[in-house]
């Protein structure tokens, strides 16, 4: 079974910058579409990023767009997720997810498109 675990939450000051990590295992990476999504306590889950097998192609909310960044890295199996200029609203879980997508040229942007799912990392902005 794929299994994705999650790291580099933590607490930051508005303002401040935090990479994410994602790293799969039980699968082979590179054939994998990878997505970011967030969930903050009373609100619906959120598609930040997502990015195609071999990174070719990646998409954001434009409530991130031009300060998040999504990456992969498939020598280690890890998906990355850098954030900078961070607001309070940027508070929440962050959760990476996985779905098979070999040779396939589309960012999925819809948590049900995913079938595979991290357990999530918090991320609190401080003002």
């Known amino acids: 079974q794929v299994q994705l675990v999650e790291s580099g939450g933590g607490l930051v000051q508005a303002g401040g910058s935090l990479r994410l990590s994602c790293a799969l295992s039980?699968?082979?990476?590179?054939?994998?579409?990878m997505g970011w999504f967030r969930q903050a306590p009373g609100k619906e889950r959120e598609f930040v990023g997502g990015?195609?097998?071999?990174?070719?192609?990646?998409d954001y909310a434009d409530s991130v767009k031009g300060r998040f960044t999504i990456s992969r890295e498939n020598a280690k199996n890890t998906v990355f997720l850098t954030m900078n200029s961070l607001r309070p609203e940027d508070t929440a879980a962050y959760s990476c997810?996985?779905?098979?997508?070999?040779?396939?040229?589309?960012?999925?942007?819809?948590?049900?498109?995913?079938?595979?799912w991290g357990q999530g990392t918090q991320v609190t902005v401080s003002s």
């Open positions: 997810a996985a779905r098979a997508a070999y040779l396939v040229d589309r960012v999925y942007a819809a948590p049900n498109e995913y079938p595979y």
């Open positions: 039980g699968g082979t990476f590179s054939v994998y579409a």
């Open positions: 990015i195609t097998w071999n990174g070719g192609r990646t």
